[in-house]
């Protein structure tokens, strides 16, 4: 059974920065899947934040480039995106994605 679990979410003062990791079992092979981070804000459709392919080619929304940095441990089954420098509309359940896999989300609020 396949499941992807987020942590590092958490309230957080604008200008701070948060750590999300999410820790992936079930999945043989987890090295040659592109692993992503989504998120989606009150209101608002998903969107993609940021992934990474298996040859750790990474992509970031135009929203947080130069303010995160998605990476992989191949190794371990995990992925993590550090955030940077957050405004308050970085607010939003994050979701962990491999293939056609989610997992249930992490809120992040960044509010003063």
């Known amino acids: 059974q396949v499941q992807l679990v987020e942590s590092g979410g958490g309230s957080v003062q604008p200008g701070g920065s948060l750590r999300l990791s999410c820790s992936a079992s079930?999945?043989?092979?987890?090295?040659?899947?592109?692993m992503g981070w989504y998120r989606q804000a009150p209101g608002k459709e998903r969107e993609l934040v940021a992934y990474i392919t298996s040859s750790d080619r990474r992509t970031y929304t135009d929203s947080v480039k130069g303010r995160a940095t998605i990476s992989r441990d191949n190794a371990k089954n995990t992925v993590s995106l550090q955030m940077n420098s957050l405004t308050p509309e970085d607010t939003a359940v994050y979701y962990c994605?491999?293939?056609?896999?989610w997992g249930q989300g992490t809120q992040v609020t960044v509010a003063s």
């Open positions: 994605n491999v293939h056609n896999w």
């Open positions: 079930g999945i043989s092979s987890i090295w040659s899947f592109a």
